[in-house]
Every structure is written in structure tokens, then in C-alpha cells.
């Protein structure tokens, strides 16, 4: 299911015990996410990943809109979680299950008080007919390349 | 910004049998015969829409013995999981940071009703 060729992995290790690590992942997904940019019409307001399996992950705007980005599909604390990525290249919702890709995070005790977090973000040739799209985006200066470079210096502040 | 390879490819998939095509190889190399086994289309139909699909750089195709099997442009593959590595990079960095900060702050806290007891009243 998560070939190499069509996935992502990374893996970081965080200098927080297990539980506080999920936690700040999950609860308080908003503290961390970027919201440098986003997929509502107006300036989102919140983010956030709700604690239960079926649960919704989305961005709530100042206005009290609602925009979904996809499906919490595992909740395990405090050593897994998984969602489903249904944004495509032009960070539009799309409902299609089969066009959404798969994001898997694992929490793993490394002992004296260190996390280690594992993430695989899977089957993201689920995403194909955006490719050239992202390819640009990811290109420009103004566009994601950019933006990403400002929201984690942001998210430190 | 639209590339004309861009536009091509937006082109090339705005037909819906194309994008049925396109996305039944997305999940896997296939031949002519497994494609047209599993739409409403005739095999020189599907043939012509893969050549479509193949000039606009979605599609690549090589030749299995008398069979030629059509598999998703790794190019374009490539593009996604660069995007993608390099966005998890960032957020997992921001995450990691954030994480820490919430737990310093929570210890130093702890800290601080535990040694402040000298207040003049």
C-alpha cells in the first residue's frame, strides 16, 4: 500500500515525552499547522483535527466558515494517527476517497523523556492530475516554496 | 502561470474518458487490453486516447513483448513526492519546536509554584 515510489517518509525526534508529543499533534494541532495559507475564502481563524476516528480535520475562518481537508481515519493515543488528504493541487477539497492520499503518524517512546515521530504520507499518485500544477506552485517564488519558508518561523514565535 | 505542457495536460484530462483512463493507470501499469476490458470503449478508442495522454506527458509507455504497457510519467510522480518532502519537512520542524516550547513552558511552570514561597504578603 505505501510503495516507496509513491510515498513520503520522514521522521523526527521530539524532546517531549510520548503522550505530550501526540498531544500537541492532535489537540493542539492548531498551535503548530501553518496557516500561512489555506483553502477558505476568508483568513482562517483555527485548525483542527478532532480526537476520534471518523472525526473531521479542517480550517474554521473568521467568519465561521468551515473548510474540510479530509478524514481522521485512525486515533490511537498515544502512538498513532491517521488522516486522509483530500486537497488537491490547488488546495481544493475534493470528496473522491479514491483521489485522497493517506497520512500516517506513529509516536515511538525513545526512552528519557524523547519522542520519536514517524510520519508516511502514502498513495500520492492518488493526486495525479494536479502534478504540473504542484510542479509550478512549488516553482514560484510567491507560491508554496515560499510560503512554507515564512510558517516555521511563525509557528516558533 | 500555465505552462503549454500545463495547458496540454488540463487539456488532455478535461475529457472524461481520458481521466478514467489516466486514473485506472494510476494505480498500476496497464495494457491496452486490460483498459478497454474495463470501459465502455473500443481498443483503438482507448489507443488513441492514450496517445493523448502519452504527448501530453501524463502517460509513458514500453513494450512487453507483442503487448505495450502504459504506466503513470514518473516525472510527474516525482514533482508530488518532492512537493511533499519538502512540506512535511517544514510542518514536522514547526510541530517539533511547538511541542517542546508547550512542554518548557508547562515545566518552568511547575517550577515556579514550587520554588516561589518567599512573597511578602
Known amino acids: ?14 524532546n517531549t515525552p510520548i503522550a505530550h508529543a501526540f498531544k500537541v499533534f492532535t489537540e493542539r494541532f492548531d498551535s503548530w499547522w501553518p496557516r500561512t495559507h489555506h483553502i477558505g475564502k476568508v483568513e482562517p481563524y483555527t485548525a483542527v483535527m478532532e480526537a476520534r476516528e471518523g472525526g473531521r480535520w479542517f480550517e474554521r475562518g473568521v467568519d465561521g466558515s468551515e473548510c474540510d481537508w479530509g478524514k481522521v481515519l485512525v486515533y490511537s493515543p498515544p502512538t498513532r494517527v491517521a488522516v486522509s488528504w483530500h486537497l488537491d493541487a490547488n488546495y481544493a477539497y475534493d470528496p473522491d476517497p479514491t483521489k485522497a492520499s493517506r497520512v500516517e503518524v506513529t509516536f515511538h517512546d525513545e526512552g528519557n523523556g524523547k519522542t520519536r515521530v514517524e510520519l508516511v504520507h502514502s498513495q500520492l499518485d492518488r493526486h495525479g492530475a494536479g502534478w504540473e500544477k504542484i510542479r509550478e506552485s512549488v516553482g514560484s517564488t510567491g507560491g508554496w516554496g515560499g510560503i512554507l519558508e515564512g510558517f516555521a518561523k511563525s509557528a516558533v514565535a | ?23 485506472r493507470i494510476a494505480k498500476g501499469p496497464l495494457a491496452v487490453v486490460d483498459i478497454a476490458r474495463t470501459l465502455p ?81
Open chain 2, 1 to 23: 502561470m500555465v505552462t503549454y505542457q500545463a495547458s496540454r495536460q488540463l487539456d488532455a484530462l478535461g475529457d472524461p474518458t481520458r481521466r478514467a483512463i489516466f486514473e
Open chain 1, 1 to 14: 500500500m505505501s510503495s516507496p515510489e509513491t510515498s513520503v517518509r520522514k521522521s523526527v525526534v521530539v
Open chain 2, 41 to 121: 470503449v473500443s481498443r483503438p478508442a482507448v489507443s488513441q486516447h492514450l496517445k493523448v495522454l502519452k504527448d501530453a506527458g501524463l502517460v509513458t509507455d514500453t513494450s512487453e513483448g507483442t503487448r505495450r504497457v502504459y504506466s503513470i510519467d514518473q516525472a510527474g510522480l516525482a514533482a508530488v513526492r518532492e512537493y511533499f518532502d519538502r512540506f512535511w519537512d517544514k510542518a514536522l520542524d514547526a510541530f517539533r519546536r511547538t511541542a517542546e516550547a508547550i512542554h518548557a513552558a508547562e515545566q518552568g511552570k511547575r517550577t515556579t509554584h514550587k520554588t516561589c514561597n518567599n512573597q511578602r504578603k
